[in-house]
């Protein structure tokens, strides 16, 4: 049984409602299916406004969805009471993008990674003391530090503190929405180094929401494609990578720039009239979908 | 001024920022060389200072920053030495500037088309009515579909990569000789960054550009840069050819860059850069990567390194390379499990598995 199912997930918004007009429909997530198995780290890229972040804070119910199932260890979670939704974040967590807007300036680090657990009750003061000392030095920072405000951090320590808050209830499945876009190149790499850590320590199951193509294929086991609301590619990573067979798949991979200055640039446009909007997934080779 | 002579020199350029704690320099002593036709490419991370060099050239830099020394030398004249009057004719008629975030950069309230005129109108190059006729001409020039139908919408009814192409079409309505671009495609998508990398590259032959191209990026650089300066903290460490750069980076700060950049084998522990950038008025004695740097030896804490040349137009500012000692192997160079190697590294295994 997959960790997580997603199921014909629709989130419509409208736009520019007012009292006498019905505004515009958007198709932020558009029919969308896909399941992540235990301990993958599966991949969900596409450009800005393609619904990859929508996507996935619809499986949090931090958006709710328009219709569509989202099954967590088999069960419903868009059927779950508040209650029982509540008990259940407790194994999906989130780490945002931006490490200087997700965590409460007024906050102490020690009171953002402990946070969690006074939510849901769990130990007494002398015991979460004593946890969040030992997620402090899970993710590479120095307990000493445990006192000081998010400004008093850099970019790299304060997304390590997000990391902290977010496992911090033992989680099983943590989403990842461009956990290190805004971090500087030589920070990068040791943050997605962490990352891949505590994935193996703690046996996490990762959605990695990302625009950086290099990275994906560098710790995705599998790969989606979303354009325009739609999933219109998904292939274990090598294999996208290596044969991609959707139009926009293809215009997106060549248009990474290549850090060798004789690369062959073969560019391709993407051109949206061969884009058949109405093309359903379907397995081209073993494992791999595309909408073709 | 003969064909050779760069179009823009810069020299010793220093600006400081004053902080509580004293002035603290941005830029240190920053010296570099665009020729005609040629575009160099400005490499750092976040406080690295590229962009405060961007706007000290300009002389854009607003209090607590002030320029404390060096000179801007272009097509001969020393741009620190003119009147505010004289600048503001040089400003967006000689050299012109792209911003990273085109929603800023642009006027909210304004029609493109109006923003576009204004640059010529203000450098006195054309009446209002000429002005908007050259403006749809600019427009097409950067591959605006059906650009008449544009010229009366406002930023907000653009894309981000139609927004920074109206940028560029900002920036090139006076024919400048130099373009100083900064991080003009970061805000955007991958599949629209190249589609403006492209874009400039034309332009850049179409009007025979001089660019300075600041990103952070290592892949755009090598797209888009025939020589390459690495900036860290406020300092250039390093500058040579792109291809010498990439291929054979000498500086350990270039060479952590590369190496960090996702590739190799996957699922393999990147390498990373260890520590992080020091923060401004807080640098350490000597060659500020000193404490991040796996190749640090004695006279790294001494004094920052001058410029040694390493190949043909080629220099880093590192003192692996100081021809007065002894040729000393960098670690990177260094066999993994060597003895020399295991000596620099204290017998400690590596922190990090090397490629």
Known sequence: ??????SHLVKHFHRGTRLFSAGTLVKAVDDVSFSIEEGETFGLVGESGSGKTTMGRCILRLVEPTSGDVRFRGENVLAFSKPRLRATRRQMQIVFQDPYSSLNPRMRARQIVEEPLIIHGLGNRTTRRERVAELFRLVGLDPAHLDRYPHQFSGGQRQRIGLARAIALNPSFVILDEPVSSLDVSVQAQVVNLLMDLQQQLKLTYLFIAH???????????VAVMYLGKIVELAPT?????APQHPYTRALLSAIPVVDPDAPRQRITLDPALVNRDAVLREISPQHFAAV | MKNTDPVLAVEHLTTVFDLSTG??????????????????????ESGSGKSV??????RLVEPPGRITGGRVRFKGRDLLALAESEMREVRGADIALIFQEP?????????????????????????????????????????????????????HQLSGGMRQRVLIAMALACKPSLVIADEPTTALDVTIQAQILDLLREM????????????????????????????????????GPVRSILRDPKHPYTRGLLASIPGGVPGERLRAIEGSVPALGALPPGCAFNPRCPD??????????????????HGARCYLYDPGTSHRPSLSELRPGSPERQRREGGQPPATTRR
């Open chain 1, 1 to 6: 049984m997959p960790l997580v199912e997603v």
């Open chain 1, 212 to 222: 950086d193509l290099r990275l994906v294929e560098h710790i995705c086991n599998r």
């Open chain 1, 238 to 242: 090598q294999a996208l990578f290596a």
């Open chain 2, 23 to 44: 002035p603290a320099p941005a830029v240190d002593a920053v010296s570099f060389q665009i020729r005609a036709g040629e575009t160099l490419g400005l490499v750092g």
């Open chain 2, 53 to 58: 060099t961007a706007l000290s050239i300009m």
């Open chain 2, 103 to 155: 929603m800023t950069a642009l006027n909210p309230v304004f029609t493109i088309g109006d923003q576009i005129a204004e640059t010529l109108v203000v450098h006195g190059r054309s009446t209002w009515r000429a002005a908007m006729v050259h403006a749809v001409e600019l427009l097409e020039a950067v591959r605006i579909p059906d650009a008449p139908s544009h010229l009366n919408d406002y930023p």
């Open chain 2, 204 to 239: 850049k032959s179409a009007f025979n550009l001089s660019l300075l191209f600041i990103t952070h990026d290592l892949g755009v650089i090598a797209e888009t840069a025939d020589r390459v300066a690495i900036m860290y903290a406020g300092r250039i460490v390093e500058e």
């Open chain 2, 296 to 313: 640090r030896f004695e006279p790294c804490t001494s004094a920052p390194p001058p410029e040694y040349p390493v190949d043909p137009n």
